[in-house]
């Protein structure tokens, strides 16, 4: 089964990247709807929108709804839970009884499971009790279904991210987080987004990755001087309890 990744879209209605954050995202639906075979799903790892106004949802959603295939989407610290729900409710997949962004879905023989790290007044990433014991429900209810964890924020310390490696406001919560996955025997992979470029790391047995910003004004990703400019997603290939993942460079140009 394949899986993409799109993250750190920050579509922003006002602003001078405004229109080239629009046309990366676009860009990007229409490289993943021509990807054959399709995926069965899109997972967008969080900061859909750059200030979190209605516009920046109204602005995402329409290019979003442009995908073949379903997405299901998690917050980042520049979303804001009440103007994510209101854009994203009409999907149906977000649980109307959480007060955080967390929720699985079925995807065949595939769990997906959304862990929602938005610290509302920091950047870094927060999980607490109360997320602790929605998750262990959310991972524990059907333990023998391969599962595929995603976030915004990565709870373990990335190489060469300079400044901070651990993306979380408190190394506690990013501990207890770990150790959570880690308990779900079905897992199959972890994926995140947050530092706006693709890391690697092993965690609870498995690995954790992060994808690059689809915004290409903001991406940190290495990439030769003749790609600079292209967004890039991942493709994850689940296979049994296995995940193998690689990046796509999306095509040059305007939509």
């Given at each position: 089964?394949?899986?993409?990744?799109?993250?750190?879209?920050?579509?922003?209605?006002?602003?001078?990247?405004?229109?080239?954050?629009?046309?990366?995202?676009?860009?990007?639906?229409?490289?993943?709807?021509?990807?054959?075979?399709?995926?069965?799903?899109?997972?967008?790892?969080?900061?859909?929108?750059?200030?979190?106004?209605?516009?920046?949802?109204?602005?995402?959603?329409?290019?979003?709804?442009?995908?073949?295939?379903?997405?299901?989407?998690?917050?980042?610290?520049?979303?804001?839970?009440?103007?994510?729900?209101?854009?994203?409710a009409?999907?149906?997949y977000?649980?109307?009884?959480?007060?955080?962004?967390?929720?699985?879905?079925?995807?065949?023989?595939?769990?997906?499971?959304?862990?929602?790290?938005?610290?509302?007044?920091?950047?870094?990433?927060?999980?607490?009790?109360?997320?602790?014991?929605?998750?262990?429900?959310?991972?524990?209810?059907?333990?023998?279904r391969?599962t595929l964890?995603?976030?915004h924020?990565?709870?373990?310390?990335?190489?060469?991210?300079?400044?901070?490696?651990?993306?979380f406001?408190?190394?506690?919560?990013?501990a207890?987080?770990?150790r959570?996955?880690a308990?779900?025997?079905?897992?199959?992979?972890?994926?995140?987004?947050?530092?706006?470029?693709?890391?690697?790391?092993?965690?609870?047995?498995?690995?954790?990755?992060?994808?690059?910003?689809?915004?290409?004004d903001?991406?940190k990703?290495?990439?030769?001087?003749?790609?600079?400019?292209?967004?890039?997603?991942?493709?994850?290939?689940?296979?049994?309890?296995?995940?193998?993942?690689?990046?796509?460079?999306?095509?040059a140009?305007?939509?």
């Amino acid at each position: 089964m394949l899986v993409a990744q799109i993250s750190d879209t920050h579509i922003q209605t006002r602003g001078p990247s405004a229109r080239s954050r629009l046309d990366d995202l676009a860009r990007t639906v229409a490289s993943i709807n021509a990807l054959r075979p399709r995926p069965a799903a899109v997972l967008h790892t969080g900061d859909v929108a750059h200030d979190a106004t209605p516009s920046d949802y109204e602005a995402a959603r329409a290019i979003l709804s442009r995908l073949a295939c379903p997405l299901y989407a998690t917050v980042g610290n520049r979303d804001r839970r009440g103007a994510f729900r209101q854009a994203f409710a009409p999907d149906g997949y977000l649980r109307h009884d959480a007060g955080f962004v967390q929720y699985a879905v079925d995807l065949g023989r595939l769990r997906i499971v959304s862990i929602d790290t938005l610290d509302a007044g920091n950047k870094l990433g927060e999980f607490c009790g109360e997320r602790e014991a929605d998750l262990r429900g959310l991972l524990g209810t059907q333990q023998e279904r391969p599962t595929l964890v995603f976030l915004h924020h990565a709870p373990a310390p990335l190489p060469d991210i300079g400044g901070q490696p651990l993306q979380f406001r408190d190394p506690r919560g990013a501990a207890a987080l770990a150790r959570c996955i880690a308990e779900c025997p079905g897992l199959v992979g972890v994926v995140a987004g947050h530092v706006h470029s693709t890391r690697m790391v092993a965690l609870a047995g498995t690995v954790l990755s992060t994808a690059p910003s689809i915004a290409t004004d903001l991406s940190k990703e290495r990439l030769p001087a003749r790609h600079v400019g292209r967004p890039v997603y991942h493709l994850h290939a689940v296979d049994g309890r296995r995940m193998a993942s690689a990046s796509v460079l999306v095509e040059a140009g305007s939509l």
